[in-house]
């Protein structure tokens, strides 16, 4: 997380800022697609059919119904059942 090649600052010293920095980074949408779709392959599946099953049980579920990622796997279901 640190910039070097700013003048007059080296490497270690702009390391040495960064490093007192708190990180509040969050997963990023497509990070969180894959968490959803590794959540349901996470065994080894006995058929494909299945698991397609699985996902699509996952992704109706009342209480995912508001999560922005889960909408987008959603509104791709296409792709995802056609791999």
């Known amino acids: 997380m ?5 003048p007059y600052l080296t490497a270690r010293v702009s390391s040495e800022r960064c490093a007192a920095l708190k990180d509040n980074l969050q997963p990023g949408h497509t990070y969180k697609m894959f968490q959803a779709v590794e959540a ?5 599946p ?11 049980a996952y992704l109706l579920e009342p209480r995912r119904e508001k999560q922005v990622h889960i ?3 959603r509104e791709n279901w296409y792709f995802l059942r056609n791999l």
């Open 71 to 73: 909408a987008a796997l």
């Open 40 to 44: 349901v392959f996470a065994h080894p």
């Open 46 to 56: 006995q058929t494909v059919i299945e698991r397609l099953e699985k996902m699509r």
């Open 2 to 6: 640190a910039m070097a090649g700013l």
